[in-house]
């Protein structure tokens, strides 16, 4: 039996995505920060939190990424 060679081109869906900026939730930060803290062997206290939050917001070239990441540091001290 004789194999057919399945050629593709990429699909239209998939240009969108790599083009497209990606927009992540306040869980999805919150939960990254907290993963990598974990991981480096901290412990996890709202004092490390704020650390790994404001190096995010230092290393952060988008205007907009800063504001999401500033409007999170506020919502951990507003509790």
């Known amino acids: ?18 083009s497209a900026k ?4 306040e869980e999805e930060i919150l939960g990254s920060l907290v993963n990598e803290i974990l991981v480096s062997g901290k412990a996890l206290s709202r004092k490390t939190l704020c650390y790994a939050l404001l190096a995010r917001i230092d290393q952060c070239e988008e205007t907009e990424m800063k504001h999401h990441y500033a409007g ?4 951990i001290f507003s509790h």
Do not use: V
């Not at 039996?1 to 790599?18: D, L, N, Q, V, Y």
């Not at 999170?72 to 919502?75: E, G, I, R, T």
């Open 1 to 18: 039996m004789r194999r057919k060679e399945c050629t593709t081109s990429p699909s239209p869906i998939a240009g969108f995505h790599e």
């Open 72 to 75: 999170l540091f506020k919502k």
């Open 22 to 25: 990606m927009t992540f939730s």
